[in-house]
């Protein structure tokens, strides 16, 4: 089963900025969409921010105007810009990349990486 491979996760204070990463390695694809999901003590994993084929993209409303995703096709790259964290962003992301192919679709996720925004 494909994973994919995360980093840029760590200790930030409150105000302070990350970057994730987050790359699928191996022949290229014909990605549906990617996104990012966390999940914090004692909460359901949540759908963070979303980017689709197309260049659309949806956020959580608790990161709206906070939070950038991007991609690059050819790297089979997705990246999560996160600015002005706050302690409520502590929590483990995960990368997701949904994949066509010739009956329906599969799923790739990433192994996990901590954030901790400090107060």
């Known amino acids: 089963q494909g994973q994919l491979v995360e980093s840029g996760g760590g200790l930030v204070q409150a105000g302070g900025s990350l970057r994730l990463s987050c790359t699928a390695p191996?022949?290229?694809?014909?990605?549906?969409?990617m996104g990012w999901y966390r999940q914090a003590p004692g909460k359901q994993r949540e759908l963070v921010a979303v980017?689709?084929?197309?260049?659309?993209?949806n956020y959580a409303d608790s990161v709206k105007g906070r939070f950038t995703i991007s991609r690059d096709n050819a790297k089979n790259t997705v990246y999560l810009q996160m600015n002005s964290l706050k302690p409520e962003d502590t929590a483990v992301y995960y990368c997701?990349?949904?994949?066509?192919?010739?009956?329906?679709?599969?799923?790739?996720w990433g192994q996990g990486t901590q954030v901790t925004v400090s107060s």
């Open positions: 997701n990349v949904e994949v066509g192919i010739v009956s329906g679709s599969l799923n790739y």
């Open positions: 191996g022949r290229t694809v014909k990605i549906n969409a």
């Open positions: 980017i689709k084929s197309g260049g659309s993209t």
